[in-house]
């Protein structure tokens, strides 16, 4: 019986010891975060995300993690709503998480960011570019896409150079994205002493844009710009090409996911969007392309940028020897670093030093590319 007591002894140590080293080696891991419409019309850019979070979390704990310590993940969901990103940084910041690349939609990251402004969550957002995200002197802001009045001048620019004498309209979804880029566009445009024919907007969930799409037939359109996102816009298209319109159509960033062209299929062809110069055809980006496509994925998008957005902070909280928000904020302003996008640095806002946005074309088998402005 004696020795039935000690064996029992020694497993009840044994578990106890075990499982003190498992909460042990728990609480080592540092977790991070990423936040983005994983669900909802624009869960396509929100699996652009989650994949670049979780191939950089991966090749860093391969590479030994950060700080002797594995790198964990906390996945957000915001479906682009507002209160629900603002929940999800509320979560982030009661968990103690020192660090979150996201979120996509600027109408999520802007409410966001107070909320983790408040609970000491350092921020970088991978693809919200409109403005008024590093305008607001908030300390945990940083953005490694750029603005909306970049895009906005790049899509003028062509505009007005391709499209002098023509007709041409502007349409935005009324969201925080949508109507600034649309703003931004148009007073670029209006700048270069462009005028538009037509600036009118539409509902973010809107199916039926016969409406509108009588309006430029009328109006006799040659191009239309939208400030909105793919969805919608793969809906105008189509209905455009129904009632006979050849209008040429633009847009900005959010149209860079293969998604679009399954709304259109071989419409695709002709349309016009902004977006920086492709990552994956830069030399830093090779190896880890290379690694995307060996697991059948296409880093498409804002994937690589959300990649790159970890990259700095790592690389700055092993500088800093802390995950320490502030002070790891503080090293990455004080320095450049070196990610798949090359070497970027940011300004005193938190906005990318260098950024240059370009033109892609759609063609009818659902590849699009660079072309010349």
Known sequence: MKSLKLIGKALGLAFGASLALSTTALAQDITIAV??????????????????????????NAAGGLMNKKLKLFVGDDACDPKQARSIAEKVGSAGIPFVAGHFCSSSSIPASEAYADSNVLQITPASTNPLFTERKLWNVLRICGRDDQQGVIAAQYIAKNFAGKNVAILNDKTTYGKGLADETKKALNKAGFQEKMFESYNKDDKDFNSIVSRLKRDNIDLVYIGGYHQQAGLILRQMRDQGLKTVMMSGDSMNDKEFASITGPLAEGTLFTFGPDPRNKPTAKAIVEKFKAKGVDPEGYTLYTYAAMQVWTEAAKKAGTTDPQKVMKVIKDGEWDTVLGKVGFDAKGDIKAIDYVVYKWDAKGNYAEIPN
């Open 35 to 60: 936040a983005g419409p994983m669900t909802g019309s624009e869960s396509a850019f929100g699996r652009q995300l989650q994949n670049g979070a979780e191939q950089f979390v991966a090749d860093a």
